[in-house]
């Protein structure tokens, strides 16, 4: 149990464009779900909190007109690059909250190369 | 500003022996801990977890300890095996929005 997907697994794009990411919990529902962002070899910085039929909660420092978040299910929530650069490139990690006991439990990522 | 942090950044132990990778806290209203296991590529894969109500839970061959006085957690791993070879992250919850603030990281290398 507690299985979270995203799609894609890998993306490559071009400089400018959007690219949407994918977050699904497959077997429980989430009303809360995260986005996590990971450059290589360091630890994981959250983004944003997304609450499921509300906006989505941005941390400091992280453009909320670029990383577009929408949780429109219980099950779905989904991150959109927009315009995409070089520097935008990184390891995208969603994670879903079980209600039951507040574990998140974490997709196993979407790695992004703009270029 | 307020943190978690780990006190090795890499460890490396013999197949079958224990291993013992601990991690700093100094949010003291932080009340619920994780440990994530990474592998290469991968997200984080849930190990165990504990509140703060707790000062030791145990799983199968993993075990955590919460020292409150200190702000010290740790996790054991029994009978470290191959498979364990990964970057294990402490995590704590930071607020009641539920969000975590995650530790640097040990990378751990089990040799044969």
């Known amino acids: 149990g507690a299985v979270v997907s995203q799609h894609p697994s890998r993306v490559i794009c071009k400089s400018g464009t959007s690219v949407k990411i994918e977050c699904r919990s497959l077997?429980?529902?989430?009303?809360?779900m995260f986005w996590y962002r990971q450059f290589p070899k360091q630890s994981l910085m959250l983004m944003a909190t997304?609450?499921?039929?509300?906006?989505?909660?941005?941390e400091q420092g992280v453009e909320k007109d670029k990383f577009l978040i929408n949780h429109a299910s219980l099950t779905l929530s989904t991150l959109t690059v927009t315009s995409a650069h070089p520097e935008d490139s990184s390891f995208y990690i969603c994670?879903?909250?079980?209600?039951?006991?507040?574990?998140?439990?974490f997709g196993p990522g979407t790695r992004l190369t703009v270029l | 500003g307020e943190s978690v942090g780990l006190h090795l950044p890499t460890l490396s132990v013999q197949e079958g022996d224990n291993s013992i990778i601990n991690c700093a806290y100094s949010?003291?209203?932080?009340?619920?801990f994780i440990w994530y296991k990474q592998e290469s590529g991968k997200g984080p894969q849930f190990i165990i977890d504990?509140?703060?109500?707790?000062d030791k839970r145990q799983g199968q061959r993993v075990t955590v300890l919460l020292n409150k006085t200190v702000k010290h957690l740790s996790l054991q791993i029994a009978a470290t095996q191959p498979g364990d070879s990964a970057v294990y992250f402490c995590?704590?919850?930071?607020?009641?929005?539920?969000?975590?603030?995650f530790g640097k990281g040990t990378s751990l290398l089990v040799t044969p």
């Open positions: 077997d429980f529902q989430a009303t809360t």
């Open positions: 997304s609450n499921e039929g509300s906006k989505a909660t941005y």
């Open positions: 949010n003291s209203a932080s009340d619920y």
């Open positions: 504990i509140r703060s109500n707790m």
């Open positions: 994670s879903a909250r079980f209600s039951r006991t507040d574990t998140q439990y």
């Open positions: 995590a704590e919850n930071v607020n009641s929005g539920y969000a975590l603030n």
